[in-house]
């Protein structure tokens, strides 16, 4: 199955090794905006090199595209692949607003293609067990869930992610992560109440998103992009059940082994723990995979299945950036904002 990949920053080298790791995908192509960053991607990925979109579909003929370019541009190039049949894996947030989610849906429906968001939380393994063991009721009645996800402005992110308009900060771009795993795990939205702080940029770049949902579960989705230089990438999820007290923690690049000849690397630490009720304290093992390795596999697998994936659907995804867009309004206005 030939893919291409739209966009070669930063999240596109996940998806290039994914793609090359995977039973029966090849990376066809890459294409970017600037010619010399896209010629260095495509040489060391082992793939032809473009610089317009169109060409690169047009000339290469895949039968898929993953696109990972600014999420403003994910309405153009969903488009410019369904209208020539081309099956999508697009990077999250979806879109920048519910209306330009209805015309990436109408246009994957038009071309009939397979088609999917790519929110891989859904199949990081440490979000993957808790969704198993909220399925199998193991927590219980949910009485809270808190999602914390925070980092430092490293100098890897692109400016368009600190433009309010276009990337939108810790609020637009890192928060869609939780709150489409708020989405999966607990339900549908009802309401919500923020209290965000923007920085220097403009944008929300430390939010905290106070969420009812439909089954009236009260969750937490809190994110920062302001940590002080060298803080590592972390994210975790408590969850307060009837049944079980569930924690999970990781930090990328947390601690630092030392090698055989004094050489150090830093490693990523991982850390589910539940106290379930009159059991006491566990640790729970988390296996440890490539999470877009998977997310790649299944949504190449729903390909040769001919069937649309029920992992992430274009219909979450519309009530995800719904809620997206009413915690920006919650914030603007200090209200509640209801669904
Ligand atoms: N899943 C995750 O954890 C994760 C992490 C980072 C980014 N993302 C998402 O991935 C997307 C890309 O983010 P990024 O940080 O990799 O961005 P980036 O700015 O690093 O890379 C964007 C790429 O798109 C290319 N591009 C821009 N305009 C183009 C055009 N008109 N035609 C062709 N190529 C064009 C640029 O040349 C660049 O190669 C965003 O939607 C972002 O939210 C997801």
């Known amino acids: 199955m030939k893919f291409v990949i739209i966009g070669c920053g930063l999240i596109a080298g996940s998806h290039a090794n994914a793609i090359r790791s995977c039973n029966g995908t090849e990376l066809a192509a890459v294409c970017g905006r600037r010619k010399e960053p896209v010629f260095k991607f495509a040489k060391e990925q082992g793939c032809e090199a473009y610089t317009n979109v169109e060409t690169m579909l047009d000339e290469i003929r895949p039968d898929a595209a993953v696109i990972c370019t600014p999420t403003y541009l994910h309405p153009e190039h969903v488009e410019q692949c369904a209208k020539r049949n081309i099956h999508v894996l697009c990077e999250k947030p979806l879109a920048k607003t519910p209306s330009e989610c209805r015309r990436i849906s109408d246009a994957a429906e038009k071309g009939r293609i397979i088609f999917m968001t790519a929110q891989v939380v859904r199949f990081w393994a440490g979000y993957a067990e808790i969704k198993s063991m ?37 609020m637009g771009d890192m928060l869609v ?25 403009g944008c929300y ?19 920062s992009f302001t940590q002080q230089t060298g803080y ?29 000849s004094g050489g150090t ?72 904002v209801y669904l």
């Open 205 to 223: 770049n430390n939010v905290m998103a106070n969420i009812v949902h439909k089954n009236g579960v009260h969750s937490l989705a809190e994110v």
């Open 232 to 260: 590592p990438f972390s994210f975790s999820v408590d969850i307060a059940g009837s049944e079980a007290t569930v924690e999970y923690q990781y930090a990328s690049g947390a601690s630092t082994l030392v090698n055989h």
């Open 134 to 170: 909220l399925q199998k009721g193991q927590a219980g009645e949910i009485h809270m869930m808190h999602l914390r996800r925070v980092s430092h402005r490293s100098g890897e992110y692109s400016q368009w992610i600190f433009d309010p308009l276009l990337g939108g900060g810790a």
């Open 265 to 336: 690397c830093a490693v990523s630490t991982c850390n589910m723990s539940i106290w379930k009720r009159g059991e006491g304290f566990q640790t729970v093992p988390i296996q440890q995979y490539d999470a877009y390795e998977r997310q790649l596999q299944y949504f190449a697998d729903c390909i040769k299945k001919g069937c649309q994936p029920e992992a992430v659907t274009p219909k979450e995804s519309y009530e995800v950036i719904c809620m997206m867009d009413a915690i920006r309004r919650s914030a603007d206005s200090n209200e509640v």
């Open 177 to 201: 992560h939780d709150v489409d795993y708020l989405r999966y795990a607990i339900g549908p939205f009802q309401s919500v109440y923020a209290h965000a702080v923007k920085d220097e940029t």
